[in-house]
């Protein structure tokens, strides 16, 4: 997924948006853009690479204006390897409109063949993130016909894009000569927030932007609602979506967002604790706790998660791994092979935490990354761990691995949330595989 993050200031924002997406930097590591308005011009800098990589002095300097946009990109559709699908996305026609995204669209295929036939809107690249722009930007286009932009006119035009698209989106677009709309899509499957500070106003994907810059959270951006910030800080609201529910993506908690952050009221750090309280009442029921020597987490994420697993069967809690920081998530990697040699790269293992011992082995990084789990489960066994068990968690999909005596299942890193219908997988841990050291 992505960081995005929009403000509207009375003071030049360049700076402000840079730090917001060193906060938000976790979300994406693969490219990174800004863009900022002066007097209905738009000054656009993006490119691939870190935030502190793509924006030197002198990019900072070519950012003037007191509001903008800015985003981190995680490719999880359209070309990784294209600087061209680095947001923000600009288009000229109505007002001028940049734009950008966090999440994915289901249906952009058939939007992209709509775009061209009935609409007559050209789309370049194979981002999803740019039809999504097109969709908005030619609904605004005809509830305006030529008419001056009201924030009535905005939201209806937020309401015929909730009608046409599916998936998940959370999307900041500034209009050029007229202010900053954020809006999310029925479900609010990714996060949005608000946060004020002294004659500014901000959006952004997590609430530890608000505290990293010393602005109040205000409020979460409610599933189907759209705000629109006008160019003198006024802020107006409006449901634009009906039958709307709050059904976030449980990896916001699980792995992508920070644990300092609280998204829709729910502190992603206390979920996290959550979960391994709930998997350690399950594997109490499954694994005698006396045939565990160690906990070890894989980093970052699944650590509160391991932490509570090994207080709440009385284990010893251990770093088995340890992590390189100044390698990026495997997740992020543009095909199989980059991400292989990134895993073996990202952490190494400690023999002091794990020699001959029985593992119970957590993690969360796994369900997202299998090569990453591959690679740490293999890269065990020269340090002479006696046992490894992974087992999963049928509702929130995260493995864990355990002391076992059972034979390796094939391909267990593929598993995921099991059918209730199933006798098998009716139990919320499950035991997978077996590493034996002679």
């Given at each position: 997924?992505?960081?995005?993050?929009?403000?509207?200031?009375?003071?030049?924002?360049?700076?402000?948006?840079?730090?917001?997406?060193?906060?938000?930097?976790?979300?994406?590591?693969?490219?990174?853009?800004?863009?900022?308005?002066?007097?209905?011009?738009?000054?656009?800098?993006?490119?691939?690479?870190?935030?502190?990589?793509?924006?030197?002095?002198?990019?900072?300097?070519?950012?003037?204006?007191?509001?903008?946009?800015?985003?981190?990109?995680?490719?999880?559709?359209?070309?990784?390897?294209?600087?061209?699908?680095?947001?923000?996305?600009?288009?000229?026609?109505?007002?001028?409109?940049?734009?950008?995204?966090?999440?994915?669209?289901?249906?952009?295929?058939?939007?992209?063949?709509?775009?061209?036939?009935?609409?007559?809107?050209?789309?370049?690249?194979?981002?999803?993130?740019?039809?999504?722009?097109?969709?908005?930007?030619?609904?605004?286009?005809?509830?305006?016909?030529?008419?001056?932009?009201?924030?009535?006119?905005?939201?209806?035009?937020?309401?015929n894009v909730h009608r046409r698209?599916?998936?998940?989106?959370?999307?900041?677009?500034?209009?050029?000569?007229?202010?900053?709309?954020a809006f999310r899509d029925p479900?609010?499957?990714?996060?949005?927030?608000?946060?004020?500070?002294?004659?500014?106003?901000?959006?952004?994907?997590?609430?530890?932007?608000?505290?990293?810059?010393?602005?109040?959270?205000?409020?979460?951006?409610?599933?189907?609602?759209?705000?629109?910030?006008?160019?003198?800080?006024?802020?107006?609201?409006?449901?634009?979506?009906?039958?709307?529910?709050?059904?976030?993506?449980?990896?916001?908690?699980?792995?992508?967002?920070?644990?300092?952050?609280?998204?829709?009221?729910?502190?992603?750090?206390?979920?996290?604790?959550?979960?391994?309280?709930?998997?350690?009442?399950?594997?109490?029921?499954?694994?005698?706790?006396?045939?565990?020597?160690?906990?070890?987490?894989?980093?970052?994420?699944?650590?509160?998660?391991?932490?509570?697993?090994?207080?709440?069967?009385?284990?010893?809690?251990?770093?088995?791994?340890?992590?390189?920081?100044?390698?990026?998530?495997?997740?992020?990697?543009?095909?199989?092979?980059?991400?292989?040699?990134?895993?073996?790269?990202?952490?190494?293992?400690?023999?002091?935490?794990?020699?001959?011992?029985?593992?119970?082995?957590?993690?969360?990084?796994?369900?997202?990354?299998?090569?990453?789990?591959?690679?740490?489960?293999?890269?065990?066994?020269?340090?002479?761990?006696?046992?490894?068990?992974?087992?999963?968690?049928?509702?929130?999909?995260?493995?864990?691995?355990?002391?076992?005596?059972?034979?390796?299942?094939?391909?267990?890193?593929?598993?995921?949330?099991?059918?209730?219908?199933?006798s098998r997988s009716s139990a919320?841990?499950?035991?997978?595989?077996?590493?034996?050291?002679?």
């Open positions: 997924m992505c960081g995005i993050v929009g403000v509207v200031s009375d003071a030049p924002v360049n700076q402000l948006i840079y730090d917001a997406l060193l906060l938000l930097q976790h979300r994406g590591q693969d490219a990174a853009g800004i863009v900022t308005q002066q007097e209905r011009k738009f000054f656009i800098h993006k490119a691939k690479g870190l935030v502190r990589d793509v924006f030197r002095t002198r990019n900072m300097r070519a950012l003037p204006g007191n509001c903008g946009l800015g985003q981190v990109r995680y490719p999880t559709a359209g070309n990784a390897y294209s600087e061209e699908e680095a947001q923000p996305f600009y288009v000229n026609a109505p007002f001028g409109i940049v734009l950008v995204h966090n999440g994915n669209l289901t249906n952009a295929q058939t939007l992209k063949s709509e775009l061209f036939l009935t609409d007559h809107r050209h789309i370049n690249t194979e981002s999803d993130s740019e039809v999504l722009l097109n969709v908005l930007a030619h609904e605004i286009e005809t509830v305006t016909r030529g008419l001056p932009l009201q924030p009535a006119d905005v939201f209806a035009a937020v309401r698209v599916r998936g998940s989106y959370a999307v900041i677009a500034l209009i050029a000569g007229h202010g900053v709309l479900y609010g499957i990714r996060p949005l927030c608000i946060g004020k500070g002294e004659g500014t106003t901000l959006v952004a994907s997590e609430s530890v932007v608000m505290e990293g810059t010393a602005h109040k959270f205000v409020r979460n951006v409610e599933p189907g609602e759209a705000v629109f910030i006008d160019l003198q800080g006024q802020m107006h609201a409006c449901q634009c979506a009906e039958n709307t529910r709050l059904a976030p993506c449980i990896f916001e908690y699980v792995y992508l967002a920070r644990p300092d952050s609280t998204l829709d009221g729910i502190s992603v750090y206390q979920a996290r604790l959550n979960l391994g309280l709930a998997l350690a009442k399950r594997v109490v029921s499954t694994v005698p706790p006396s045939q565990i020597d160690v906990v070890i987490p894989i980093p970052e994420s699944s650590r509160p998660s391991a932490a509570q697993v090994a207080q709440s069967l009385g284990l010893p809690y251990r770093e088995g791994f340890v992590k390189n920081r100044y390698v990026g998530a495997p997740s992020s990697c543009p095909g199989r092979r980059c991400a292989r040699n990134r895993c073996a790269r990202s952490s190494t293992p400690s023999s002091a935490s794990s020699k001959g011992a029985m593992c119970c082995w957590w993690t969360i990084r796994s369900c997202v990354e299998p090569p990453a789990a591959r690679s740490c489960r293999w890269r065990v066994m020269p340090v002479r761990a006696r046992s490894i068990w992974p087992a999963q968690h049928r509702r929130c999909a995260i493995p864990m691995c355990m002391a076992s005596t059972c034979r390796p299942a094939k391909n267990w890193w593929r598993t995921t949330a099991a059918s209730p219908r199933s919320a841990t499950r035991l997978f595989i077996r590493t034996s050291m002679r």
